[in-house]
């Protein structure tokens, strides 16, 4: 009922960037929260950066001052901005999103994953 599209991933060279986004559509109401979590090979998926209805955001220590979370509700899309971007980066990228979404009559709580995009950073 909630689908994510993910884009912006790739090869880049180390201290480059790339931009990420994920669109969310759906029968959606309201979204609480946005955010990307990541996973390399043989790792488990750790949190990036999440930002909520406020604006609040959090960044995992690792990224601080490199990436920057946003989001346009508008467009119910979060975007994330790599900078300086480090071989330890390398990893698929999820975008995660949690709501509300209409379910016939009645309203319930939502939380969906992206198909995740592969981000590649060559030293």
């Known amino acids: 009922q909630v689908q994510l599209v993910e884009s912006g991933g790739g090869l880049v060279q180390t201290g480059g960037s790339l931009r990420l986004s994920c669109a969310a559509s759906?029968?959606?109401?309201?979204?609480?929260?946005m955010g990307w979590y990541r996973q390399a090979p043989g790792k488990q998926r750790d949190l990036v950066a999440t930002i909520n209805t406020g604006g609040r955001i959090n960044y995992a220590d690792s990224v601080k001052g490199r990436f920057t979370i946003s989001r346009d509700n508008t467009k119910n899309t979060v975007y994330l901005q790599m900078n300086s971007l480090k071989p330890e980066d390398t990893a698929v990228y999820y975008c995660?999103?949690?709501?509300?979404?209409?379910?016939?009559?009645?309203?319930?709580?939502?939380?969906?994953w992206g198909q995740g995009t592969q981000v590649t950073v060559s030293s």
């Open positions: 759906g029968s959606i109401v309201s979204i609480n929260a």
């Open positions: 995660y999103v949690e709501g509300l979404i209409t379910a016939g009559s009645m309203r319930r709580s939502f939380t969906s």
